[in-house]
């Protein structure tokens, strides 16, 4: 979708900062919201892609202006009082209206299991694929209104198979509770060249599924 959250190749954002022997959380919320998210999506048929596309549909300034697991609570609060799960009132007071809980409790100890638990979104399918290792390709100029995991800044840019990895789960239908519906993916070479427009020799590398590209 065209949304706030396709930053690639955007100007005005400035310079990607490496930070130097980063925590894997910078704050102990950030560390329970992520705990939080295996917790309530062990037991909640929502997937990933749906996930994804919730945490992108936030208003943009909202977005823009939010840390990484911000974004990932604002997704959570939205989703549990949309399935069902708690109330508005539930979430501001923290506690249980009724005192019951209606699913199965995930303890803290199980949550990396269930994590981890997913397995590979791989599918085995009889189609075709319809590109092959070497074939010049171009993205598609697609105009997507919702989720899709093809990244603006490369539509319309040609570029090479380089690697053909199978069929994968279609996000783009999975994010809509459109089933898997899964396509070939395919890992794509481009020139930086090609896409910035600068005199660089630098390379540029993209997992796209089959229905974004066509015959360059």
């Known amino acids: 979708m065209n949304g706030a959250h396709d930053m690639g190749g955007r100007a005005g954002f400035g310079p990607v900062v490496l930070e130097t022997n980063e925590p894997v959380f910078h704050a102990t919320w950030e560390g329970r919201v992520y705990g939080l998210s295996g917790a309530v999506g062990a037991f909640e048929p929502w997937n990933i892609d749906e996930e994804r596309h919730g945490c992108e549909n936030q208003p943009p300034l909202n977005y ?36 019951k809980v209606t699913k199965p409790l995930l303890k803290p100890k199980d949550v990396m299991a269930a994590q981890t638990s997913f397995g590979s979104y791989h599918r085995e399918v009889a189609a075709k694929p319809a590109f092959a290792v070497g074939q010049n390709v171009r993205v598609r100029n697609m105009m997507v209104p919702t989720h899709t995991r093809l990244p603006g800044y490369l539509r319309g840019v040609a570029g090479e198979i380089v690697r053909v990895h199978g069929n994968h789960v279609f996000p783009d239908s999975n994010s809509l509770g459109q089933g898997e519906n899964p396509k070939w993916l395919y890992a794509v070479r481009f020139t930086a060249k090609a896409v910035w427009g600068r005199d660089t020799k630098d390379l540029i590398y993209a997992d796209l599924w089959e229905p974004y590209l066509e015959p360059a």
Request: charged share 20%.
């Open 64 to 99: 823009v202006t939010s840390s990484y697991y911000d974004t990932w609570l604002m997704w959570l609060e939205q989703a549990v009082v949309e399935r069902g799960l708690a109330t508005q009132a539930e979430l501001a007071s923290g506690k249980s209206r009724n005192g």
